[in-house]
């Protein structure tokens, strides 16, 4: 009873453990497709419209619910060329929405995700990090609605560091390659135990087949025996 219950708990880990191998796999794999599918370094990777990005500064860490730290996964609406030229500034304004932008800076072309804050006279977008340290003051520089490339939606904290260091080349081998070899050895292991048992299965079944054999094959000369036995009495009786 007890070797059951741990084979059953052994046969748990192993479904909880592949469901969580196969999860991190797909995962990866999002990430990998929607990185391929940037046509351009002026691009957010996304699928479908719906965009990532790692935070890599503190410019946005603050006191505002939505606030961003460093190592956040942030998940991003990328707008399309028509989205940008009908994006209402006031809108996001008013919102207190975060939005990316590209540093017009040719040598640098980093993306840059502030809040946006207000409106100048002449209608540009003012943005401005959370960090009241590193940035007190507003952006120098104001935006159009066309230089805005993503709208923020949502993070998970944390996660961008993860992402981060599974998509480098120590931590593919380590989530992803090591993991899939113990696997792929498991399965190898395990299946060798199964054809070893198969066959001994098979060995037992044609032993026992043999043995049955063997015993009509005896009832049978006992049966003879007794049949010649009987008929050499019964001449003996009528002598």
Do not use: C, W
């Given at each position: 009873?007890?070797?059951?219950?741990?084979?059953?708990?052994?046969?748990?880990?192993?479904?909880?453990?592949?469901?969580?191998?196969?999860?991190?796999?797909?995962?990866?794999?999002?990430?990998?497709?929607?990185?391929?599918?940037?046509?351009?370094?002026?691009?957010?990777?996304?699928?479908?419209?719906l965009g990532y990005l790692t935070v890599e500064s503190n410019s946005m860490e603050g006191t505002e619910e939505d606030s961003l730290f460093v190592g956040d996964l942030i998940f991003v609406k990328v707008l399309s060329k028509k989205e940008k030229e009908d994006l209402d500034l006031q809108d996001l304004v008013d919102k207190g929405a975060i939005v990316t932008f590209f540093d017009r800076d040719p040598?640098?072309?980093?993306?840059?995700?502030?809040?946006?804050?207000?409106?100048?006279?002449?209608?540009?977008?003012?943005?401005?990090?959370?960090?009241?340290?590193?940035?007190?003051?507003?952006?120098?520089?104001?935006?159009?609605?066309?230089?805005?490339?993503?709208?923020?939606?949502?993070?998970?904290?944390?996660?961008?560091?993860?992402?981060?260091?599974?998509?480098?080349?120590?931590?593919?081998?380590?989530?992803?390659?090591?993991?899939?070899?113990?696997?792929?050895?498991?399965?190898?292991?395990?299946?060798?135990?199964?054809?070893?048992?198969?066959?001994?299965?098979?060995?037992?079944?044609?032993?026992?087949?043999?043995?049955?054999?063997?015993?009509?094959?005896?009832?049978?000369?006992?049966?003879?025996?007794?049949?010649?036995?009987?008929?050499?009495?019964?001449?003996?009786?009528?002598?």
């Amino acid at each position: 009873m007890e070797v059951k219950k741990t084979n059953q708990t052994l046969k748990v880990f192993k479904i909880i453990g592949l469901v969580v191998f196969y999860t991190i796999i797909l995962t990866l794999l999002l990430f990998a497709i929607s990185t391929l599918a940037q046509k351009s370094e002026d691009q957010v990777p996304n699928l479908f419209g719906l965009g990532y990005l790692t935070v890599e500064s503190n410019s946005m860490e603050g006191t505002e619910e939505d606030s961003l730290f460093v190592g956040d996964l942030i998940f991003v609406k990328v707008l399309s060329k028509k989205e940008k030229e009908d994006l209402d500034l006031q809108d996001l304004v008013d919102k207190g929405a975060i939005v990316t932008f590209f540093d017009r800076d040719p040598d640098v072309r980093k993306r840059v995700t502030h809040r946006a804050i207000g409106l100048t006279e002449d209608g540009l977008l003012i943005t401005k990090g959370d960090n009241p340290n590193t940035n007190p003051t507003e952006d120098a520089v104001k935006r159009g609605g066309t230089e805005i490339i993503a709208i923020y939606k949502g993070r998970i904290a944390g996660l961008g560091k993860v992402i981060n260091f599974m998509q480098s080349p120590v931590g593919f081998g380590v989530v992803v390659v090591l993991p899939m070899a113990l696997l792929l050895i498991f399965q190898g292991i395990t299946l060798t135990k199964n054809i070893f048992k198969l066959r001994e299965d098979k060995l037992k079944q044609q032993l026992e087949v043999e043995k049955e054999a063997l015993e009509e094959e005896k009832e049978r000369e006992r049966e003879q025996l007794k049949k010649e036995l009987l008929e050499e009495l019964e001449k003996e009786r009528m002598k």
